[in-house]
Nanobody, 116 residues
Framework: QVQLVESGGGLVQPGGSLRLSCVAS????????MRWYRQAPGKEREQVAF????????EYPDAVQGRFIISRDNANNTVYLQMNNLKPEDTAVYFC?????????WGQGIQVTVSS
């Protein structure tokens, strides 16, 4: 059974940092493309980071480029999202996403709140 379990969210002040983790199980993690998405209240879910199988390629939208860093540890079936210089507009529920062959999997989501 596939599971993606996120952790590391919480409340942080503007300018602060958080690192999200997503531990995967139930599939061959090292051959899955991994992404992080977020969804703010009243808004559509949006992708904020992508990482290839080996971690050699990463992609970010302009809104988080230079502030967010995605990485993965294939030995421990974990993908990370380091979020720096957080802004109030980064407040959202963050979701881990895996695409393996023709299937897409989602974590349950974790809240990140940026507020003073």
């Amino acid at each position: 059974q596939v599971q993606l379990v996120e952790s590391g969210g919480g409340l942080v002040q503007p300018g602060g940092s958080l690192r999200l983790s997503c531990v995967a199980s139930g599939f061959t993690f090292s051959t899955a493309m991994m992404r992080w998405y977020r969804q703010a209240p009243g808004k559509e879910r949006e992708q904020v980071a992508f990482i290839s199988f080996t971690g050699a390629r990463t992609e970010y939208p302009d809104a988080v480029q230079g502030r967010f860093i995605i990485s993965r540890d294939n030995a421990n079936n974990t993908v990370y999202l380091q979020m720096n210089n957080l802004k109030p507009e980064d407040t959202a529920v963050y979701f881990c996403n895996a695409i393996k062959d023709a299937s897409t999997y989602w974590g349950q989501g974790i809240q990140v709140t940026v507020s003073s």
